[in-house]
């Protein structure tokens, strides 16, 4: 048994809390998985976790390991991947993040051309809207809306992100188009979040600076895809990112409104930890989605549908 499988499995065990979750994850048994554990201790002199059955409680001794051993076994797959890096066969398995409606709308949609390229790669996808700590969590990377600030992570921009004030044609209809920003007082703004129970202000960009607004509204919530959806049925205006309505926008189901106020776009970056050598793998699915969205992203392009 090599040192580099019972390290690995200590850390799957200690991070899913469960010997049955790894060995269902890990194709093993859960007794392979406790003798492993049981090799590394005698190996080691030390007690590494407690096992009752309220679950796996770490020592210190375990504490310590784990930390450890997270960077230890990341670097080995780091010059394994940087020593397969030059081959034209990418392999493995890679996972990742997303933003839940950009997964679906524009990842999901980009998986089938990707894997005709790299057929011996496994892939995962995990659409979310939550953070992922992809180094504890065993991500590869991520893809995030907006700036990253941990120095742990290295971020590469894909493309802008560029948020309007949208509505239906028939809203507009009734209720006007609003020309300047006081003229939103006189309309049903839809939120997106609460903030004590009060709607959020909007921010616009007017002669070079920020401007916050006060806007209201009978509906707010925190889905991103029923505000889209309150939107669509011209109940009222709200703020989207062109790459969530691009199809509506083209096809005259919505309009735009206050262009000319919009704040600089803010990117949507593939996030990935930062380590010594990139795996292949995960540069591989980077430029792929570089060259899948290009500049200006198809969903910006004038009839691409």
Same mark, same amino acid.
């Given at each position: 048994?090599?040192? %580099?499988?019972?390290? &690995?499995?200590?850390?799957? @065990?200690?991070?899913?809390?469960?010997?049955?979750?790894?060995?269902?994850?890990? +194709?093993?048994?859960?007794?392979? *998985?406790?003798?492993?554990?049981?090799?590394?201790?005698?190996?080691?002199?030390?007690?590494?976790? &407690?096992?009752?059955?309220? +679950?796996?409680?770490?020592?210190?001794?375990?504490?310590?390991?784990?930390?450890?051993?997270?960077?230890?076994?990341?670097?080995?797959?780091? @010059?394994?991947?940087?020593?397969?890096?030059?081959?034209?066969?990418?392999?493995?398995?890679?996972?990742?993040?997303?933003?839940?409606?950009? +997964?679906?709308?524009?990842?999901?949609? &980009? $998986?089938?051309?990707?894997?005709?390229?790299?057929?011996? *790669?496994? *892939?995962?996808?995990?659409?979310?809207?939550?953070?992922?700590? *992809?180094?504890?969590?065993? %991500?590869?990377?991520?893809?995030?809306?907006?700036?990253?600030?941990?120095?742990? !992570?290295?971020?590469?921009?894909?493309?802008?992100? =560029?948020?309007? @004030?949208?509505?239906?044609?028939? %809203?507009?209809?009734?209720?006007?188009?609003?020309?300047?920003?006081?003229?939103?007082?006189?309309?049903?703004?839809?939120?997106?979040?609460?903030?004590?129970?009060? &709607?959020?202000?909007?921010?616009?960009?007017?002669?070079?600076?920020?401007?916050?607004? #006060?806007?209201?509204?009978?509906?707010?919530?925190?889905?991103?895809?029923?505000?889209?959806?309150?939107?669509?049925?011209?109940?009222?205006?709200?703020? =989207?990112?062109?790459?969530?309505?691009?199809?509506?926008?083209?096809?005259?189901?919505?309009?735009? $409104?206050?262009?000319?106020?919009?704040?600089?776009?803010?990117?949507?970056?593939?996030? !990935?930890?930062?380590?010594? %050598?990139?795996?292949? #793998?995960?540069?591989?699915?980077?430029?792929?989605?570089?060259?899948? !969205?290009?500049?200006?992203? !198809?969903?910006?392009?004038?009839?691409?549908?």
């Amino acid at each position: 048994m090599s040192r %580099y499988t019972e390290l &690995h499995s200590f850390v799957q @065990v200690a991070q899913r809390g469960s010997f049955a979750a790894t060995a269902l994850s890990e +194709g093993v048994t859960p007794a392979i *998985l406790g003798r492993r554990l049981d090799a590394l201790e005698r190996r080691l002199g030390v007690k590494l976790m &407690h096992r009752s059955t309220r +679950g796996l409680t770490l020592t210190e001794p375990g504490e310590q390991l784990l930390e450890r051993a997270r960077h230890l076994l990341r670097e080995f797959d780091e @010059v394994e991947a940087s020593i397969s890096s030059s081959s034209s066969s990418v392999s493995g398995h890679l996972v990742v993040s997303a933003p839940a409606s950009f +997964g679906r709308l524009h990842v999901a949609p &980009h $998986v089938l051309a990707f894997q005709k390229l790299f057929p011996e *790669l496994k *892939l995962s996808f995990d659409f979310t809207d939550s953070v992922i700590d *992809l180094i504890g969590e065993n %991500y590869d990377m991520s893809l995030r809306i907006g700036a990253v600030t941990d120095p742990n !992570y290295v971020a590469i921009k894909l493309f802008p992100n =560029r948020r309007v @004030v949208c509505g239906t044609p028939g %809203y507009f209809a009734e209720h006007g188009r609003p020309e300047t920003l006081e003229d939103l007082a006189r309309h049903n703004c839809l939120a997106f979040n609460l903030k004590g129970g009060q &709607h959020r202000g909007w921010t616009f960009l007017r002669d070079g600076r920020q401007v916050a607004v #006060k806007v209201a509204g009978n509906l707010a919530c925190n889905d991103g895809e029923l505000l889209f959806a309150w939107i669509r049925q011209g109940l009222g205006i709200g703020w =989207r990112s062109t790459w969530e309505i691009h199809s509506e926008l083209q096809r005259g189901e919505l309009v735009t $409104v206050l262009d000319e106020f919009a704040l600089p776009d803010y990117d949507i970056q593939a996030v !990935y930890p930062q380590q010594r %050598y990139l795996p292949a #793998k995960v540069r591989c699915f980077i430029d792929f989605l570089r060259e899948q !969205y290009n500049q200006p992203s !198809y969903w910006e392009r004038p009839h691409s549908l």
